[in-house]
């Protein structure tokens, strides 16, 4: 009864210190990041092993599948007299014209919107190629009783209603609208279609690849993803600003040194040349009445502009008298339009009010000063 009780004893205690360890193990693992990096690998490392067994014996089963119904094909009732070489040479055949349609599809892709039912067209005679290749290589009647399985017949018919959907839509009834929601369903259905029957196992190295990719890409999540010590949740882990950085605060009372205000601004590029001679040619009227006008100051107007006063017409007028004959023969252009601006010019200018009594002027006292333009006939 001792030695029982002893070795009870000695169960007891050993259980208590594997919890005590575990507990410590615990804690470690909320605050420390290398355990916790670890315990991330051991589940990494767990599922791998599942899924490493679980895509073996897929890929051992779909194998076993494929030699069935290679043998089965060489007995195929549609086409017996079809070797195995024959039928490989038509699969790859079919597969390279069902690729060189896929081809030609992507080409409509940048205008998509306006041949959008070119774009499903050829799309569809692709999957119907892809279709006919695994026919060849598997047989008509056994691709067929492939196809209806209990297991793969939701795709199936998913993958040939939204087939012949797209060639209705876009042959018979041509609507873009459903023509794009078809082909998009159709790439869909496509896509599982070739992970699932293609031979080789191409649906266990795309799982593969996935999961090759997820486990380059685990350092970087945990590295980001990661707890402080007091439980927050941080993005850029261990990155801590040097300044306060949410806008101005007001100065400590207890701070009895003088803040350092920023240093005054100095133009490096002071002493340019443009600063230099800004306004050396500017003309200053110091001994005149200072009536001096605008267009008294202006030095790069042509000759027969300069100290000349007037409205618009008058400058047109005395441009004409200058550069007329020179403009009609080199720039025939700029002189029509110059001839124009005149014409309308004088039109708007010599307008005769009285012909036109709902334009006519307000009349004036004898006393107020006559307006510009006035006319006696318009009174």
């Given at each position: 009864?001792?030695?029982?009780?002893?070795?009870?004893?000695?169960?007891?205690?050993?259980?208590?210190?594997?919890?005590?360890?575990?507990?410590?193990?615990?804690?470690?693992?909320?605050?420390?990041?290398?355990l916790?990096?670890?315990?991330?690998?051991r589940?990494?490392?767990?599922?791998?092993?599942?899924?490493?067994?679980?895509?073996?014996?897929?890929?051992?089963?779909?194998?076993d599948?494929?030699?069935?119904?290679?043998?089965?094909?060489?007995?195929?009732?549609?086409?017996?007299?079809?070797?195995?070489?024959?039928?490989?040479?038509?699969?790859?055949?079919?597969?390279?014209?069902?690729?060189?349609c896929?081809?030609?599809?992507?080409?409509?892709?940048?205008?998509?919107?306006?041949?959008?039912?070119k774009?499903?067209?050829?799309?569809?005679?692709?999957?119907l190629?892809?279709?006919?290749?695994?026919?060849?290589?598997?047989?008509?009647?056994?691709?067929?009783?492939?196809?209806?399985?209990?297991?793969?017949?939701?795709?199936?018919?998913?993958?040939?209603?939204?087939?012949?959907?797209?060639?209705?839509?876009?042959?018979?009834?041509?609507?873009?609208?459903?023509?794009?929601?078809?082909?998009?369903?159709?790439?869909?259905?496509l896509?599982?279609?070739?992970?699932?029957?293609?031979?080789?196992?191409?649906?266990?190295?795309?799982?593969?690849?996935?999961?090759?990719?997820?486990?380059?890409?685990?350092?970087?999540?945990?590295?980001?993803?990661?707890?402080?010590?007091?439980?927050?949740?941080?993005?850029?882990?261990?990155?801590?600003?040097?300044?306060?950085?949410?806008?101005?605060l007001?100065?400590?009372?207890?701070?009895?040194?003088?803040?350092?205000?920023?240093?005054?601004?100095?133009?490096?590029?002071?002493?340019?040349?443009?600063?230099?001679?800004?306004?050396?040619?500017?003309?200053?009227?110091?001994?005149?009445?200072?009536?001096?006008?605008?267009?008294?100051?202006?030095?790069?107007?042509?000759?027969?502009?300069?100290?000349?006063?007037?409205?618009?017409?008058?400058?047109?007028?005395?441009?004409?008298?200058?550069?007329?004959?020179?403009?009609?023969?080199?720039?025939?252009?700029?002189?029509?339009?110059?001839?124009?601006?005149?014409?309308?010019?004088?039109?708007?200018?010599?307008?005769?009010?009285?012909?036109?009594?709902?334009?006519?002027?307000?009349?004036?006292?004898?006393?107020e000063?006559?307006?510009e333009?006035?006319?006696?006939?318009?009174?």
């Amino acid at each position: 009864m001792d030695a029982k009780f002893s070795r009870l004893q000695n169960f007891v205690n050993e259980s208590n210190s594997n919890n005590n360890d575990n507990i410590q193990s615990w804690s470690r693992a909320i605050f420390s990041q290398d355990l916790f990096q670890t315990n991330i690998d051991r589940v990494q490392s767990f599922f791998n092993r599942r899924l490493d067994g679980s895509l073996s014996s897929s890929s051992s089963s779909s194998t076993d599948d494929l030699q069935i119904l290679l043998q089965k094909g060489d007995n195929d009732p549609i086409l017996p007299a079809l070797s195995r070489k024959q039928r490989i040479l038509g699969f790859m055949v079919c597969l390279v014209m069902g690729i060189f349609c896929m081809l030609l599809a992507t080409l409509y892709i940048p205008v998509i919107v306006i041949k959008a039912r070119k774009f499903a067209l050829l799309f569809s005679f692709g999957s119907l190629f892809f279709l006919s290749s695994f026919s060849m290589l598997w047989g008509p009647t056994n691709h067929l009783k492939h196809l209806t399985n209990v297991d793969r017949l939701p795709f199936s018919i998913s993958y040939l209603v939204t087939l012949i959907c797209t060639i209705y839509y876009s042959v018979l009834v041509k609507s873009y609208f459903f023509t794009i929601i078809f082909a998009l369903l159709q790439i869909g259905a496509l896509i599982w279609y070739v992970v699932s029957y293609i031979p080789g196992g191409a649906r266990d190295m795309l799982i593969r690849s996935i999961l090759s990719k997820t486990n380059s890409n685990s350092q970087l999540t945990i590295s980001i993803r990661t707890f402080k010590r007091f439980g927050e949740y941080v993005k850029g882990y261990g990155h801590e600003p040097k300044y306060y950085q949410g806008g101005y605060l007001p100065r400590a009372a207890h701070l009895k040194d003088p803040p350092n205000y920023l240093p005054p601004f100095i133009d490096p590029q002071e002493w340019t040349l443009e600063a230099a001679t800004f306004g050396q040619n500017d003309y200053i009227d110091i001994l005149g009445d200072e009536n001096v006008e605008h267009w008294q100051l202006v030095r790069n107007a042509p000759f027969w502009l300069r100290g000349f006063q007037g409205n618009e017409l008058q400058h047109l007028l005395r441009r004409l008298k200058f550069q007329g004959k020179y403009l009609e023969e080199n720039q025939p252009q700029r002189y029509s339009d110059l001839i124009t601006r005149i014409r309308y010019l004088m039109f708007k200018i010599n307008f005769k009010h009285y012909k036109r009594p709902w334009l006519m002027r307000p009349t004036v006292g004898p006393n107020e000063p006559l307006p510009e333009y006035y006319d006696p006939r318009s009174s």
